[in-house]
């Protein structure tokens, strides 16, 4: 493995930048990623740390800084150690600026200000964690989405990154034996989305969590032919109700929470239509 050190410096939180970076890297096999975090430069001595960490560790450098003075000693810091360094915004706000001609305002961490989409993502989250693995049914139909689907089907993680993009998401599990809430089968509003996967993948995944939980193996969690039976069960029952269904079986939590936000707003949009 090729260990790459990449700094991501910025004058919010980094969050853009460390996300195009960690993309960028994935495309490249046999690379390790060593990823320095310089958040929150807004002075000149806080530069400074951040070219020292530069000269400790050097790398590729990866940026988001509006502050005109700091972004020239940032880059003429980077010549003067010999590493490559990138603005990550300067391409799109180019690219903007000539579309809509207009000029950007430097604002630090613009995208992180307390306005109301802020206060809706806060709202979001508050309403997922109070409607997670079946709790609160009563106002299920509250809920922008629902996902439903048996144990380890990674409800919750997904439900938690739709709240961060806004959605009031509720979950609700299928398990064997126990109905699930009638208010489920009421909902108008919400959008539910059943998610499914392999069994065989389902087995290993819930094998390791009863290993983690030092509980025993020999339970009907882990039976490869029952748990088969209960997936096969779950499709019939998202197929009855008209539910679209993901299967998760080879995605990842964003992978399956973009589906999801495109099957939602699809379905906005045919109901203004």
């Given amino acids: 493995m090729t260990q790459l050190h990449v700094h991501v410096v910025s004058d919010s939180t980094g969050e853009t930048a460390g996300t195009y970076a960690r993309a960028a890297v994935t495309q490249f096999e046999g690379v390790e990623l060593r990823e320095h975090l310089w958040a929150m430069v807004r002075t000149e001595s806080e530069l400074d740390e951040a070219l020292a960490g530069i000269r400790a560790n050097p790398g590729f450098v990866m940026f988001t800084?509006?502050?005109?003075?700091?972004?020239?000693?940032?880059?003429?810091?980077?010549?003067?150690?010999?590493?490559?360094?990138?603005?990550?915004?300067?391409?799109?706000?180019?690219?903007?600026?000539?579309?809509?001609?207009?000029?950007?305002?430097?604002?630090?961490?613009?995208?992180?200000?307390?306005?109301?989409?802020?206060?809706?993502?806060?709202?979001?989250?508050?309403?997922?964690?109070?409607?997670?693995?079946?709790?609160?049914?009563?106002?299920?139909?509250?809920?922008?989405?629902?996902?439903?689907?048996?144990?380890?089907?990674?409800?919750?993680?997904?439900?938690?990154?739709?709240?961060?993009?806004?959605?009031?998401?509720?979950?609700?599990p299928m398990v064997p034996g126990c109905p699930l809430p009638p208010e489920l089968t009421k909902v108008k509003r919400a959008l539910v989305v059943g998610l499914t996967k392999d069994p065989k993948r389902l087995v290993q995944i819930r094998r390791?969590?009863?290993?983690?939980?030092?509980?025993?193996?020999?339970?009907?969690?882990?039976?490869?032919?029952?748990?088969?039976?209960?997936?096969?069960?779950?499709?019939?029952?998202?197929?009855?109700?008209?539910w679209p269904v993901i299967d998760v079986t080879r995605r990842s939590i964003e992978e399956t929470a973009a589906s999801i936000i495109q099957l939602h707003t699809r379905r906005r949009e045919e109901q203004l239509a």
């Fill in 208 to 242: 390791n969590r009863l290993l983690q939980l030092n509980k025993d193996q020999d339970t009907d969690y882990v039976d490869l032919e029952k748990v088969a039976r209960e997936v096969n069960e779950a499709r019939k029952l998202f197929e009855a109700n008209g």
């Fill in 65 to 172: 800084i509006v502050d005109e003075k700091l972004r020239t000693r940032l880059e003429q810091g980077c010549r003067e150690l010999h590493v490559p360094s990138l603005a990550v915004l300067d391409p799109a706000l180019v690219a903007l600026g000539a579309f809509l001609g207009a000029e950007t305002k430097a604002r630090p961490g613009g995208q992180h200000v307390m306005d109301a989409e802020y206060f809706a993502r806060i709202e979001a989250m508050q309403f997922t964690l109070a409607h997670d693995d079946g709790q609160s049914p009563r106002s299920l139909d509250g809920a922008d989405v629902i996902l439903v689907g048996v144990s380890r089907t990674s409800k919750t993680p997904t439900c938690i990154y739709l709240a961060q993009r806004g959605l009031k998401a509720a979950n609700v």
